[in-house]
């Protein structure tokens, strides 16, 4: 049989707060964080889901904090907290088996737009040298790799919004191989620049209340007109479960099961059936080796886009038929935090399990559509016991599941 692999530290820096239990009580609360954010004034959206309170040069240290961008601050500011909190020692090297698996789907743009903007003037010599490695997406990996003394493997998955969960999903074969003892596995990502913000305005994809920002994330609601970016991190420590309950580490949450594989249908639309996504539910459930039945909460992706809400509400129906478990979906709260949804969608559904408790969709009042899913809505609804899955989908028909159970 496989090694078991436990998850037994996490750290989060999300619009919800910076300590699993700040995050935890703004889901609970249901409350959307989208607000206007300077940095976007006087474009068509100009509202998101920023991180506030992070103060970067206190966390990283000036010179670290103005080497990087955003993303990689975040990310390394998570992975120190999940060490802390798995009970590892921080004050030396973790050492050539422990590895750094970060799911980024692109990296925050505002550099390169910058960086370009100086070549367009004919002033190369403007460009800086670190525009490169403060910015490409490996560097998320590498800089957490550096601050912590991870000599393992260490690289960056790219699924599109599926980037974090497959980081997860790689991480855990890792330890599952013998490669790795030890995995810090999760996800970064800033959506807020103007340049990334603008070419999802462009194609069409974000919602356009920008007189209620508040109400414009709305998880499988019928008034739903599309998603509010967001940003953050979240790091999770994974090893195997032999090895946790060796060093008498807490077990957060096990990581059972995990499925992956493409729609091959579109670039940026889902499959209308959802086919891709139930072949990916149904993947992870038997790695597991669970039966539907044994499900008893599901962590969606929930974009609040129309047809992904919808090809997701497909997807779940077409797994569990009429027993669908009850479904919740945090981006509601914190919006769309892209290469990084995954992992911090896997954070909180181990709080979730931890917590005996599905935590409710914010904005949501009603579904349209021919599926109609078990939304938790109001407040809370207790759920103890049973395993549940994290459902993670991104553009060219990225479909990444993992399934957790209780510690």
């Given at each position: 049989m496989p090694a078991e692999v436990a998850?037994?530290?996490?750290?989060?820096?999300?619009?919800?707060?910076?300590?699993?239990?700040?995050?935890?009580?703004?889901?609970?609360?249901?409350?959307?964080?989208?607000?206007?954010?300077?940095?976007?004034?006087?474009?068509?959206?100009?509202?998101?889901?920023?991180?506030?309170?992070?103060?970067?040069?206190?966390?990283?240290?000036?010179?670290?904090?103005?080497?990087?961008?955003?993303?990689?601050q975040f990310a390394v500011v998570a992975a120190r907290r999940a060490v802390a909190d798995a009970g590892l020692a921080t004050g030396g090297p973790l050492g050539e088996r422990a590895g750094v698996v970060l799911g980024v789907g692109s990296n925050c743009l505002s550099s390169y737009v910058t960086e370009f903007g100086h070549l367009g003037a004919g002033r190369p010599e403007r460009v800086s040298p670190l525009a490169l490695p403060r910015s490409v997406p490996s560097m998320a990996a590498g800089e957490v790799a550096i601050d912590l003394g991870a000599q393992g493997p260490n690289f960056t998955t790219a699924s599109a919004c599926a980037s974090g969960a497959t980081a997860l999903g790689v991480a855990r074969d890792l330890l599952r191989s013998g490669t790795c003892d030890l995995v810090l596995a999760g996800g970064s990502e800033s959506g807020r620049s103007r340049m990334a913000v603008t070419c999802f305005t462009r194609m069409r994809a974000l919602s356009r209340r920008r007189d209620q920002p508040a109400l414009a994330s709305r998880p499988f609601d019928a008034r739903r007109d599309g998603l509010v970016l967001g940003e953050g991190a979240a790091v999770l420590v994974l090893e195997r479960a032999e090895d946790a309950r060796a060093r008498r580490a807490p077990v957060l949450a096990m990581l059972r099961g995990y499925g992956a594989g493409s729609?091959?249908?579109h670039p940026v639309a889902p499959h209308p059936?959802?086919?891709?996504?139930?072949?990916?539910?149904?993947?992870?459930?038997?790695?597991?080796?669970?039966?539907?039945?044994?499900?008893?909460?599901?962590?969606?992706?929930?974009?609040?886009?129309p047809l992904g809400d919808a090809a997701e509400a497909a997807a779940?129906?077409?797994?569990?038929?009429?027993?669908?478990?009850?479904?919740?979906?945090?981006?509601?709260?914190?919006?769309?935090?892209?290469?990084?949804?995954?992992?911090?969608?896997?954070?909180?559904?181990?709080?979730?399990?931890?917590?005996?408790?599905?935590?409710?969709?914010?904005?949501?009042?009603?579904?349209?559509?021919?599926?109609?899913?078990?939304?938790?809505?109001?407040?809370?609804?207790?759920?103890a016991g049973k395993a549940a899955i994290s459902c993670s989908f991104g553009f060219g028909g990225q479909n990444a599941v993992l399934l957790l159970t209780p510690g």
């Open positions: 998850i037994t530290g996490l750290g989060l820096v999300t619009p919800a707060g910076h300590t699993p239990e700040d995050n935890w009580t703004a889901l609970c609360e249901a409350r959307s964080l989208a607000a206007p954010d300077p940095e976007l004034a006087g474009l068509p959206v100009d509202f998101c889901c920023r991180v506030n309170g992070f103060d970067a040069a206190a966390e990283l240290g000036g010179p670290l904090a103005r080497r990087v961008d955003p993303f990689i729609d091959a249908h059936r959802g086919e891709g996504a139930a072949r990916a539910i149904a993947a992870a459930l038997a790695d597991a080796d669970c039966r539907p039945g044994d499900i008893g909460q599901v962590n969606a992706h929930g974009t609040s886009t779940l129906v077409r797994v569990f038929g009429d027993e669908v478990p009850p479904v919740t979906a945090s981006k509601g709260v914190i919006g769309h935090a892209l290469g990084a949804a995954g992992a911090i969608q896997a954070a909180y559904t181990v709080l979730a399990l931890r917590h005996g408790a599905v935590p409710p969709v914010a904005n949501f009042g009603g579904q349209d559509g021919d599926h109609k899913l078990d939304i938790v809505t109001g407040r809370p609804r207790p759920a």
